[in-house]
């Protein structure tokens, strides 16, 4: 009887602090604040940029020139759930020595972004950050990929599905089918149950429901390794994709593509564009 008092306890005190909030980024992100690694400008031109979500508050980002190269492409980086864009720009890498020229920003609530993030708003961020991209000169004459990884693969699928029409490819590492699938498959793990999982984290929009509207170029990476995002969901979001499509299998932890296979990551890349 007092096991069963505590457990009920429990849930109660967690649905307590979930009803408590506006949005579930208590438990789905963790931005922080402080950029604590700046890139390096001898390598690569940076240009800091600002622009507004649709929502009107300021998002802040990196614009990323490649030094001594001809630029082939441009890409729209969407990064995931934790950190900001000091920590996530370095996936990037590679592809700006290679000639890309990349864009990373931060969602609302993220380093320098105004805001509190929530699901509602990384969408907006991320459509906002689109049409902002494809609105600079320097991007005009050039073939633009959305690249995402982890949250940013799942947001990069259902803006794709909206916006394709302004893109050339999609390429998504690592990513989850579902807001709330993923807080099923976590919580499975600790043992809670699905019903509360579902309550804390609803899917305001699912990948696995939008990639299949998806109909330019895409690759789709995941590893078998991935211990955050299952490897059995990117197998799911590539079934449920429409040729034109690539799956590759990798080995090794979550979304380490960029720093594992340098060479056949930039391959696959120019390959999309092509």
């Known amino acids: 009887m007092k096991k069963y008092f505590l457990n009920s306890f429990f849930i109660l005190f967690i649905l307590i602090i ?34 507004s979500s ?34 996530q720009y370095q996936f990037s890498d590679s592809l700006i020595k290679a000639g890309f020229q990349v864009m990373v920003f931060d969602y609302q609530g993220f380093g320098k972004s105004e805001g509190k993030v929530s699901q509602e708003k990384v969408l907006e961020d991320g459509i906002s950050a689109l049409h902002y991209v494809k609105k600079r000169e320097d991007v005009k004459n050039t073939k633009l990929i959305l690249f995402g990884q982890s949250l940013g693969g799942h947001l990069s699928c259902v803006v794709a599905a909206r916006e394709q029409n302004m893109i050339d490819g999609l390429v998504v590492e690592g990513a989850f089918t579902g807001h709330e699938r993923m807080a099923i498959y976590v919580g499975g793990k600790s043992g809670a149950p699905k019903w509360l999982a579902k309550m804390l984290v609803p899917s305001k929009y699912n990948a696995i429901d939008e990639i299949a509207k998806v109909t330019i170029p895409k690759l789709i990476i995941h ?3 991935d211990s955050t995002c299952p490897f059995y969901m990117g197998k799911e979001l590539f079934e449920k994709a429409v040729a034109p499509k690539e799956f590759w299998e990798i080995k090794g932890g979550h979304i380490m593509a960029s720093e594992l296979y340098k060479g056949e990551f930039v391959k696959k890349f120019i390959n999309l564009i092509k």
Not at 76 to 87: C, K, Q, R, T
């Open 223 to 225: 590893s078998t390794e």
């Open 18 to 51: 979930a009803c408590s909030s506006c949005s579930t980024s208590a438990f789905f992100y963790a931005p922080y604040k402080e950029l604590k690694y700046q890139p390096d400008t001898s390598r690569y031109f940076v240009e800091e940029i600002n622009f």
């Open 54 to 87: 649709s929502n009107g508050k300021k998002l802040n980002g990196w614009f990323f020139k490649p030094k001594n190269k001809k630029v082939i492409g441009t890409i729209l980086h969407f990064h995931g759930n934790a950190g900001n864009i000091s920590y």
